[in-house]
């Protein structure tokens, strides 16, 4: 009774025109009497090994709140790894310091390159592209500047390749 | 304790966050259709430009580019403020959102240590991880709360965060505060109490309990009362859910047909019942109503609501679309050009006690809309507002192309920033 009632709760739950339809509370509801009831006597060996499936949200995405996305344009940072069209997630929480690639605000565009601090007594700061027929941007005090935060990884669908 | 963050003109704010080079620059923000300027920066209110200018008469001032103006883009303020709100729901024990650019906090448990310092920090986090401003006030109670967040936004001393900590403080802030200002007063109350020489939220809180019984005799105001003398009373979860919604607009041209006006009362009905949903909440009375151009005094002019109180209060689209269209119908006349209209839910009490009325109630087909309703969320949520909508909200003219054609010209947004952070195509490009 109880498993003719579980199934036909099961078949409800099918996916309606290909789209998948389960809500949290759903998946609340069918997640213990799912393997309780219908394997009773015969618990599932796996279950005591039971781990969330790896996320790529949980590896790369360390301030969700303070980060996004921005697509390169370009090939100015091909020596570092970053190709026309990469998606760099940036975030706006990690601190900055020499040496980071980021994505700052300059003049009215955005742009990434490495920051390099080594300059500043001389009252400049220079980005550093990782292209050798680019030329670093020189930044002083007469230039819009402002960084948006640090390139923490770079992403790329290789399908095109 | 409880704390209020607000967000500092929160759209205008948002449209900042990918666009650093408008920080210090005046900027607005418009209304759905570009109607009238919804949101402002502080320069901006320094010009002088009020809150509620059409835009044809901005422009008119200030013909020359020198403000910068957007369309709404609710897509993105709704993720930049979830973003803020987040942040903050991690660092304190309890959080309630109030609104899109509001929350109130519970501090309890946190009255030893510096809270000053803590809403400070907690301002200065939010700004380097968003890039949003936000006013903090910290008080007893949360109407106390709020006023302290105004003082927050208005006086750049306390460095976006001031504390009602003690009686004295809470004195000082009282007698600067008009008691227009104060939260749960309102305008019509406000100038109640003006006349009988209530003119601080101080000359208020003074008054005998009994006065305040007396002479208003209503619950808010008590509350209010109790609130401002430091009495903790209204309850947050009385906070979070809105007693009524509505969805109306102003036509960018004049409707004539009923089709037309059916298909945009539809839509509105539809935007009520995910609303409804969202907030897990169900409505007992759909109200609308349609109105003509005021301002074209040479045609007639005619104005109607109409509203059904339904036996089982519901959050069904199907049902409150054709709950609102079946009204419509009722009070619409032929020969009028219509401006503007409107559906309203009202009667919301939370979806999980529904009190279901025997004669109407079908259980299956109660389940059967459930359903229906979840799929279309999630369907929309995943794809984008409206990828999937009833046949009653896309109605066209014989020869266009549906849903499309009536709608593209309906809602005007000739400024809107990109959705940065909702949608791929929109993400911001860096060389």
Redesign the interface.
Known sequence: MAVAKMNKYMEEKKP??G???I?LEDAKRLKLPFFEGLAAGFPSPAADYEHERLDLNEKFVH????S???????E?MIGAGIFDGD??LVD??EEISDGNIV?A?VN?????KTLDTSTRNQNYLRLMPANPEFKPIIIDAND?F?I?GRVTSIHRDTRKY | MYAIIDCDNCYVSCERVFR??LNGKPVCVLSNNDGCVVARSNEAKALGIKAGLPYYQLKERFPNGEITVFSSNYELYGDITD??M??VRKAVPAFYRYSIDEGFCDLSGMENSNLKQWGEDISAFIW????MPVSIGIAPTKTLAKMASHYAKHYKGYNHCCLIGTDEQRIKALQGYDIEEVWGVGRRYATRLKTMGVKTAYDFACHANSWVHATLNNVVAMNTWKELNAIDCIPMDNLSKKKSICISRSFPGMVTDIDALRTSIANFAARCAEKLRRQQSVAQIVNIFIDTNHFREDLPQYWNMAEERLLTPTNSTQQIVQTATRCMERIFRQGYHYKRAGVIVMGICPDNGIQTNFIDYDAERHEKMK?LD??LD??NREYGSETIVLGSQQYSKPGSKGKADVFKDSIKHDFRSPC??TR?SD?????
């Open positions: 309606i025109d789209a998948e339809y809500s301030h969700p709140e303070a996004y996305f921005v697509r390169v344009c370009g100015s998606i760099c706006r929480q994505v605000f009215g565009g955005l742009t990434v819009q402002i948006q | 650093p080079d973003r803020v987040s942040l380097k991880a968003t890039r359903r979840k799929v999630k369907i940065y952070t791929w993400i911001p490009e860096a060389t």
